[in-house]
């Protein structure tokens, strides 16, 4: 089974070699693709020093855009499953068998690392984080009819039907919460898998405090938009 | 309306129409777009040389002042043109995202077999 791992990163130029080096600690047979999200700092010339496989994208799409190159490369080269795994280390490489585990077996399509399924990570995230995520999670319990403990978590792995539906469309600026909804409404049986992960070592979170409140109208719009398509859909059939 | 100010508004809705003409000559303007625009400054050479035009329209539908049925419709063509730019902003995106992904990968994928040559 051929497995990549989707890399973005955007100004990780302290984190990205780590990172890499230590998926290649973990299993040598392991494919990464690093996509450097047209970083501002050195993080390109860390990777070409390192001759880390990267794709360069010649301007910043932000995560969604770079996430998606990910899975529009993985499609091109008929990778099996690809696996999402942020840049700033804040995964732990340790949980990929985990998340790969049920996809293998051909039980689901899309498995999600959650950080709240069982105390397998000791890092939680911040309280108000929490609380957004809780809003997020009951969201999609009530619209997608799905259960999701973790709905923002970017560590995530799906099979080869999820790497076309992906490379075709994918939500671009905040795509986690979104991209569920999506696979629900293409009937992607998904499941999740409890993984920890890491404060971040360096470098910002992308969702910054003053943009919490435009984040959680911009995603709760987007599920409820998107599972009113959904509905259609099966009134369609 | 005195005959003055009605040659001088004909005067510059000539030039307006004139202005479009001609960036769409040059290829400035796609002509598409320029549809629209031309068809205002028409409809503004019409109203001003028929007299009462667009005072017997607004009489027929009912505005009581002729001004609040100017401006009803121009605010409601304006929602109309941003509302269709949004439109045209957005796809434009999806089609520049997507570029820029098979550029970069195209690139990663050159420089790769570059590298495998030299070797």
């Known amino acids: ?237 | 309306m005195s005959d003055t100010l009605k040659i001088l508004l004909i005067l510059i809705t000539l030039i307006y129409l004139f202005v479009i003409i001609k960036a769409v000559k040059k290829r400035k303007m796609h002509i598409n777009y320029s549809i629209f625009w031309i068809f205002t400054g028409v409809v503004l050479i019409v109203s001003i040389l028929i007299p009462n035009f667009i005072e017997n329209i607004s009489n027929f539908l009912g505005f009581e002042k002729t001004s609040n049925m100017v401006f009803c419709i121009a605010i409601f063509i304006l929602f109309y043109l941003v509302l269709n730019l949004t439109n045209i902003v957005s796809k434009q995106y999806q089609q520049i995202v997507k570029l820029i992904q098979e550029v970069s990968i195209l690139k990663a994928d050159s420089n790769k077999e570059d590298n495998n040559e030299n070797k």
């Open chain 1, 1 to 237: 089974m051929k497995v990549l791992i989707i890399i973005p990163a955007y100004n990780e130029e302290e984190n990205i070699l780590g990172v890499c080096n230590n998926i290649k600690k973990y299993d040598e047979n392991l494919d990464y693709i690093v996509i450097n999200d047209g970083s501002t700092d050195d993080t390109l010339k860390v990777c070409k020093d390192n001759k880390l496989n990267c794709i360069n994208l010649i301007s910043n799409l932000g995560i969604g855009g770079a996430v998606q190159t990910g899975y529009k490369y993985a499609y091109e080269k008929d990778y099996d499953i690809a696996i999402q795994f942020d840049g700033d280390g804040q995964h732990d490489i340790n949980y990929i068998h985990t998340i790969c585990e049920k996809i293998k077996k051909n039980e689901v399509d899309f498995c999600i690392g959650s950080r709240f399924i069982d105390n397998t990570s000791s890092f939680k995230s911040t309280f108000s984080r929490r609380v957004g995520i809780k809003i997020i999670s009951s969201m999609l319990k009530m619209f997608c009819n799905i259960k999701i403990t973790d709905p923002t978590s970017g560590f995530r792995a799906g099979n080869k039907k999820v790497i076309e539906l992906f490379s075709k469309c994918y939500p671009t600026d905040y795509p986690e919460p979104e991209s569920i909804v999506f696979l629900v409404n293409n009937s992607i049986r998904i499941s999740e898998a409890p993984v920890s992960m890491n404060e971040r070592q360096s470098g910002k979170s992308s969702i910054y405090a003053w943009k919490s409140v435009y984040y959680m109208i911009r995603v709760s719009l987007a599920i409820i938009i998107d599972s009113l398509t959904l509905s259609k859909i099966r009134r369609g059939k």
